[in-house]
């Protein structure tokens, strides 16, 4: 709905009070949890069928191993549905699948000419490098 106003006419504050509402209003995002250690960690998941079955198979605690000093990886059990693609850049929080049965958390930002299906990113990775650390490291992933 557009508002017609005169020039210097201010609008309703009907009107400017629904526009405000409406800029405010986010489509919902699905949420996950990674907790390492003590700490727990927010992850918004894609809006991909893959981020959708994992969320599916919730609780789930993986054993991660250590890779190249800017990931963490572990086997899932089952094949996830996959649509990759070479996002180039790899940013810290991202959460992806490599081929169809391989989780990655990514804790650093690099280059990488690597497919990889998205299944979510960590809401605030600030500390992710830290907490994951340079060794391997049991996760835990659930849905509340």
């Given at each position: 709905?557009?508002?017609?106003?005169?020039?210097?006419?201010?609008?309703?504050?009907?009107?400017?009070?629904?526009?405000?509402?409406?800029?405010?209003?986010?489509?919902?995002?699905?949420?996950?949890?990674?907790?390492?250690?003590?700490?727990?960690?927010?992850?918004?998941?894609?809006?991909?069928?893959?981020?959708?079955?994992?969320?599916?198979?919730?609780p789930?605690?993986?054993?991660?191993?250590?890779?190249?000093?800017?990931?963490?990886?572990?086997?899932?059990?089952?094949?996830?549905?996959?649509?990759?693609?070479?996002?180039?850049?790899?940013?810290?929080?991202?959460?992806?699948?490599?081929?169809?049965?391989?989780?990655?958390?990514?804790?650093?930002?690099?280059?990488?000419p690597?497919?990889?299906?998205?299944?979510?990113?960590?809401?605030?990775?600030?500390?992710?490098?830290h907490?994951?650390?340079?060794?391997?490291?049991?996760?835990?992933?659930?849905?509340?």
């Open positions: 709905m557009l508002g017609v106003c005169e020039a210097g006419q201010p609008s309703s504050p009907a009107v400017a009070a629904k526009d405000a509402g409406a800029a405010s209003v986010k489509p919902e995002e699905s949420r996950m949890w990674m907790t390492v250690g003590e700490r727990r960690f927010t992850i918004i998941l894609a809006d991909t069928a893959a981020a959708r079955t994992f969320a599916e198979r919730l789930l605690t993986l054993d991660m191993s250590e890779l190249n000093g800017n990931e963490k990886y572990a086997d899932l059990s089952k094949s996830l549905p996959t649509n990759a693609s070479r996002p180039g850049t790899i940013h810290n929080g991202d959460v992806m699948l490599y081929g169809s049965d391989t989780l990655v958390v990514f804790y650093e930002t690099f280059r990488s690597y497919s990889y299906t998205r299944l979510g990113r960590v809401d605030d990775p600030s500390d992710l490098a907490m994951l650390g340079r060794r391997d490291v049991r996760v835990v992933f659930t849905n509340d």
